[in-house]
């Protein structure tokens, strides 16, 4: 079965760090193009972050560019999110998904970044 | 940066009756643009791709149409699973955004 498992998330002080994973099983992860995308309290969906199967390309939403990194470890079967100076409004849940011919087609089910202080 | 417009806000209908769901782009997007479901608590589900193609395991009632600007998901017959809030999505440029959702909603 496919399946996408995030954690990492928590309670981080504004200007911190934190990495989130992204586990993957069920399919062959190297194969996929993957994202994140994120969700504020009460608010819709923003896209945050994309890497090719071989992070070749990777791109970002404006609001998080330099700041953020993108990565994965194919042989761990594991994407990541590097979160580097971090503000209140990067307070959202974090999902990661799997980009199958740049559609989203499977998500986790979310990981919780609060930055306060 | 392409905006997508998505009406009703809200939508209230009772179950068996038929819900068309709008969204509008900004520029065109071919039909480079899904939608997904997304219940409370739970993560968003993709329903169509390609503008018109539903997703693996969605009923057959859920259809979707248009190209270029605008684009309908139509749920035809509501069951109670159906209701949630529906998310459009283009991946047509970057960044790719969302559509600030509609409600669908049990009357």
């Known amino acids: 079965q496919v399946h996408l498992v995030e954690s990492g998330g928590g309670l981080v002080k504004p200007g911190g760090s934190l990495r989130l994973s992204c586990a993957a099983s069920?399919?062959?992860?190297?194969?996929?193009?993957m994202s994140w995308i994120r969700q504020a309290p009460g608010k819709g969906l923003e896209w945050v972050a994309y890497?090719?199967?071989?992070?070749?390309?990777?791109n970002y939403a404006d609001s998080v560019r330099g700041r953020f990194t993108i990565s994965r470890d194919n042989a761990k079967n594991t994407l990541y999110l590097q979160m580097n100076s971090l503000r209140d409004e990067d307070t959202a849940v974090y999902f990661c998904?799997?980009?199958?011919?740049?559609?989203?087609?499977?998500w986790g089910q979310g990981t919780t970044v609060t930055v306060s202080s | 940066e392409i905006v997508l417009t998505q009406s009703p806000a809200i939508l209230s209908l009772s179950p068996g009756e038929r819900a068309t769901l709008s969204c509008r782009a900004s520029?065109?997007?071919?039909?480079?643009l899904a939608w997904f479901q997304q219940k409370r608590g739970q993560a968003p589900r993709l329903v169509v791709y390609?503008?018109?193609n539903r997703a693996n395991g969605i009923p057959a009632r859920f259809s979707g149409s248009g190209s270029g600007t605008d684009f309908t998901l139509t749920i035809g017959g509501l069951e109670a699973e159906d209701f949630g809030v529906y998310y459009c999505?283009?991946?047509?440029?970057?960044?790719?955004?969302f559509g600030q959702g509609t409600r669908l909603e049990i009357k």
């Open positions: 069920g399919f062959r992860f190297s194969d996929y193009y």
């Open positions: 390609d503008a018109s």
């Open positions: 890497i090719t199967s071989s992070s070749a390309y990777r």
């Open positions: 999505q283009q991946r047509t440029s970057w960044p790719r955004t």
């Open positions: 520029q065109s997007v071919s039909v480079d």
């Open positions: 998904a799997r980009d199958n011919n740049h559609n989203m087609d499977v």
